[in-house]
């Protein structure tokens, strides 16, 4: 977060919106940069990815999968906001408008942004190079860490399907199952006193204890 933050800081502010929206989505840089005005729905506070720019032409999504809804905060709907009021002075925007430009106010071409915007901004933050890709890995990473659960990333992602993901992704999870015994006896410590009789709170609940209910036998 430390560096998206210092990219902010350091890019031209012209495409700070841009690096905001792909820090704080799973889009591809191809899809951030065919993105329309009708793409941003503002009371389902989703993105609905609909195109991408890939090799030199643009595409229409088709499969359901890359054809998809992403889900995203008040943060950014705010931006995007903003970006269209100073656009179209409080009007509404032109459906079909593309959401993100250039300074000049034309349609970002994908390669002039990674060797003039891009890269120049992470030279300016003391980052190290790294493909604008990296945002959709960072997203992706977030989720996981806060404890989303695979098929959601994974449709949020636009995957062909949950197995890719954590093929991806497993590198990020180990540290959480290891955690996940502790954090469960934590919660069932929480929790026994609720579940013992009064008078035996706070010892070794027969719960705990062989209850033929909760044998650890038990199918």
Not at 100 to 114: K, M, P
Request: charged content about 25%; some cysteine.
């Amino acid at each position: 977060m430390q560096e998206i933050n210092a990219i902010l800081d350091t890019i031209y502010p012209a495409f700070a919106p841009l690096v905001l929206c792909g820090a704080s989505t799973d889009l591809r840089l191809g899809e951030l940069l065919r993105l329309q005005w009708q793409d941003i729905d503002y009371r389902k506070r989703q993105i609905h990815v609909r195109r991408k720019h890939w090799r030199g032409r643009d595409y229409t999504t088709k499969t359901p999968r890359s054809r998809r809804d992403v889900d995203v905060g008040d943060q950014l709907l705010s931006v995007l906001g903003g970006l269209s009021r100073e656009r179209f002075g409080g009007e509404t925007p032109v459906p079909e408008a593309p959401v993100f430009l250039s300074q000049r106010g034309h349609r970002v071409n994908l390669g002039a942004f990674r060797e003039r915007v891009s890269m120049p901004a992470l030279q300016r933050a003391g980052i190290s190079y790294r493909k604008p890709y990296s945002l959709r890995h960072t997203f992706a990473t977030l989720l996981l860490t806060q404890g989303q659960s695979i098929p959601y990333v994974s449709a949020q992602l636009g995957h062909s399907s949950p197995v890719m993901t954590l093929n991806v992704y497993a590198k990020f999870l180990p540290q959480e199952r290891r955690e996940s015994p502790a954090k469960f006896e934590a919660q069932l410590h929480a929790r026994r006193d609720c579940a013992c009789p009064a008078g035996q709170r706070g010892g070794m609940c027969p719960v705990l204890r062989g209850n033929p209910a909760v044998s650890l036998n038990a199918r």
